[in-house]
């Protein structure tokens, strides 16, 4: 099956010599061809170039002309399996109350967790296969999910059982992370150690023999886990073959970025909260992901991360949405966007490499997905008729979006 895309009006971060991620300064430029095609084969992407040099035929041809085709967004960072929204909070804190204070009084990701752990699978498995297909028409080809409103041991493999369902189910790329260590239950408010060492001793071994998660997270920050105790679960999860992907820096600089860098997570996420010494330390590694997801702050009025600060020290950054039910109900990429031109300052480019190539490497998956490259997945979209690529992020909210492609199927 040969699906051909022609006369698309640009062909945005098309890669004949592949990047596993882009950094710093290296982020401004995105690669784009004017007047192209693209071709696709099964599954994969074929071929790609000028419209001179595009082939004579194909079983399926669209025309793009006026249009642009992406790579689809690699979301690296959220939580979209869950019981229940919670807009009782968000009318809590637009009267004044803080996140903080809501979960310090049993709210937030414990209120989840009480109504995750009565919902049956089916329809956890239910709500967020529909959460799929939102976001996959918002452009969102591949994206990793976590549990931890579970809390229990049997809701936390129920979550990490949905997820794995999911994984078959749905036409997206989708990576897990176990993130039992997302808030300490009530029930264990004066013994944390007991919560941990269920994590430790119980979680991670059936996490592990029923392959359930390929990264293992915690949500190190004030009120939540201490560096230490961070540490002691992802040395724990690394026994298993589970790679760190953490939650730092979100409430107050907290440790998370040291922790982080010491255990060679993956990625380190948020990070609204980081100062000089995390950057300065950030600099000099050159393999983790800092994930900054500006709809948080946006949805919390928070402050937002310094990203540009990251960037100007020739960090690399991904953008993910953090898709859940407390501190960001929405999955739209393309707002994320938006928000990061608007609020972190960065460039149209920076934010487009952020949310794909970037987004790729933050879930091990540059090799496969994130760019226009010969035998990468066929993972794109096509664009509305749009003037040019930052018309995306200014037209704040906005439905860009015609056609989703997804393993080489139009969906
Ligand atoms: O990434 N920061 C921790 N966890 C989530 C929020 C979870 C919630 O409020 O339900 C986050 O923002
Ligand atoms: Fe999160």
Redesign the pocket.
Known sequence: MRLLIKNIKTLVQAESSPRHMVRGSDMKTLRVIDNAFLLIEGERIADFGPMAEAPEWADTVIDASGKMVFPCWCDS?T?LV?AAS?EK?FVDRIKGLS?EEI?KRGG??L??AKVLQEAPEEVLLESAYQRLGEIKDFGTGAVEI?S??GLTYESEMKMLRVIKKLKSISPLTIKATF?GA??IPLEYKDNREGYIDIIINKMLPTVAEEDLAEYCDV?C?RG?YTPEETDRILKAAEKYGLKPKI?GN??ANSGGVQVALDNCALSV??LEAIGDEEIEALKKNDTIMPCI?PS?AFF?NMEYSPARKLLDAGIPISLAS?Y?????PSGKMSFVISLACLKLKMLPEEAINAATINGAYGMDLSQELGSIAKGKTANVFITRKIPSLAYIPYAFGGDHIETVIIKGQIQ
């Open positions: 960072h939580h869950y919670r909070e996140y979960a937030g990701i209120n989840s976590k931890g409103y993130l997302h808030a949500f920050d939540f939650h979100e409430l996420d948020h997801m948080v919390l953090d859940n039910p407390g501190s960001t």
